[in-house]
């Protein structure tokens, strides 16, 4: 991406947004009827679906079974058509598998998964469009599908990235930030409590600019928690009109 300004010298993006604006959010829950609890979420141009199925008795092995609590089954994939990259594997391969076990340390550390032993809960998420902050749009899609679901949670779980250019730390990057080069990190954050469900860092930064972004990313994670806060709300609203309540 040499050339490119990433940050202009009046503080606008490529995209036009400020250092710690956001994309445009959307999102939608019960999707799918066929499954427990579903939602699509389009953050910018990166849109993904997640579906839950769950809590159910274990599948396969019994001696997979958790005596004190549920075991969390995450499956991640992207659609052959997500990316201007012409894909063979779009799952199973290493990125997906590593992004897999990243949303189930996620949402191992956000389910209460003690209220349901000996039972297993499926998260499958797919990318249908990559634009950037991939893991965040999955997480997020995958938090409301598990509320949609109705299982108990500790609190939302809010993911975002963020990165540093030019002095600035930037939030909720697009695929062109995240080409650039420049330092970056993903935020998996439970609002309420502050706590840290996942933070993994794709380059290196120095600590003195460590604050600055992870609490950029912080900041922009408790924005979507405002916005998905509101959709869920907006989803129980519609859901007690048809039950006529």
Request: net charge negative; charged share 20%.
């Amino acid at each position: 991406m040499a050339g490119l300004e990433l940050l202009s010298d009046q503080g606008y993006r490529v995209d036009g947004r400020r250092a710690g604006e956001l994309r445009k959010i959307q999102a939608r829950m019960g999707v799918f009827a066929q499954a427990d609890g579903s939602a699509y979420i389009e953050q910018g141009n990166t849109k993904a679906l997640a579906v839950v199925y769950g809590p159910h008795e274990i599948r396969g092995s019994r001696s997979r079974a958790l005596p004190d609590r549920a075991l969390v089954n995450c499956q991640y994939s992207s659609a052959t058509f997500s990316t201007a990259e012409r894909k063979r594997r779009p799952h199973g391969d290493r990125k997906s598998c590593e992004l897999g076990l990243q949303l189930r340390q996620t949402f191992e550390a956000a389910i209460l998964t003690q209220l349901h032993p000996r039972s297993q809960i499926d998260i499958y998420v797919q990318v249908l469009q990559a634009d950037g902050g991939t893991y965040a749009a999955c997480v997020n899609a995958a938090t409301l599908a598990v509320l949609d679901a109705g299982i108990p949670m500790r609190d939302f779980v809010c993911a975002c990235s963020a990165g540093f250019v030019d002095g600035t730390a930037l939030t909720d990057l697009s695929h062109v930030e995240e080409a650039s080069g420049s330092p970056q990190l993903a935020l998996a954050l439970l609002p309420a409590s502050g706590q840290i469900a996942l933070l993994e860092m794709d380059a290196r930064l120095h600590e003195d600019h460590l604050e600055q972004v992870l609490e950029a990313a912080a900041q922009a994670a408790r924005g979507v928690h405002t916005l998905l806060d509101r959709v869920v709300r907006q989803h129980v609203r519609e859901a007690s009109i048809l039950l006529g309540d």
